[in-house]
């Protein structure tokens, strides 16, 4: 089956370093994005990794390990700002016609 | 990212008429687009992807004939709901796609009385 495990809940404090974890079984492979959403608010992109490795974007980095099948979302010096939910999500096909597959989401509260 | 719009933002109706909601990528032509529906504090789920000249594809379980799509140009899809009923309330996002990924509308908040 298809399927993306990640934590439902997370907490940290304001200035501190979170890990959401991100695993997968999926028929297909393409990448891996992540996705903030605030409440109230629509999904907004924040990384995408096709190759193994690390990608950084600022205060946010992204992991993948394709063997693992496991890819990780890290954000540094964290704001109240931050405190949303984070999905992962997988493509599972080429091209621009892919359908993406959702976790259910980590909700994030980042505390003073 | 891309950017991608969508009309309205917030709709109340009553039930058994009709809604349309249009979606709109603004800075490239989106060839597929995609439409989801979310419930509070739950995942998006994928209700159907949206390709420009021919029919949509449906998820399993979503009903073609209630949830008709449009996708009349390179940078328009629609979604219109029929005979809206209370329990189809919920948020709608579109969504337009390049090769690496999905970037997504604002969002359409329904409110079937």
């Known amino acids: 089956g298809q399927s993306l495990e990640q934590p439902s809940e997370v907490t940290a404090v304001e200035g501190a370093i979170v890990q959401i974890n991100c695993t997968y079984q999926t028929s297909g492979f393409y990448g891996l994005s992540w996705y903030q959403q605030h409440d109230g608010g629509a999904p907004t992109f924040l990384s995408y990794n096709a190759l193994d490795g690390l990608e950084e974007t600022g205060r946010f980095s992204s992991f993948l390990s394709r063997s693992d099948s496991y890819g990780y979302l890290l954000l540094q010096e964290l704001q109240m700002k931050d405190s949303a939910s984070y999905f992962c999500?997988?493509?599972?096909?080429?091209?621009?016609?892919?359908?993406?597959?959702f976790g259910q989401g980590t909700t994030l509260q980042v505390k003073p | 990212g891309a950017v991608v719009s969508q009309h309205p933002s917030r709709v109340i109706c009553k039930s058994g008429t009709s809604v349309k909601i249009e979606c709109r990528s603004l800075?490239?032509?989106?060839?597929?687009m995609f439409w989801y529906r979310q419930f509070p504090k739950q995942s998006l789920m994928l209700m159907a992807t949206s390709n420009e000249g021919s029919k949509a594809t449906y998820e399993q379980g979503v009903e073609k004939d209630k949830f008709l799509i449009n996708h009349a140009s390179l940078t328009l899809s629609t979604l219109t709901v029929t005979s809206a009923h209370p329990e189809d309330s919920s948020f709608y996002i579109c969504?337009?796609?390049?090769?690496?990924?999905?970037?997504f509308g604002p969002g359409t908040r329904l409110l079937v009385l």
């Open positions: 800075d490239f032509q989106a060839t597929t």
């Open positions: 969504s337009a796609s390049d090769t690496r990924t999905q970037y």
């Open positions: 999500a997988v493509r599972e096909i080429s091209g621009n016609t892919g359908k993406l597959i």
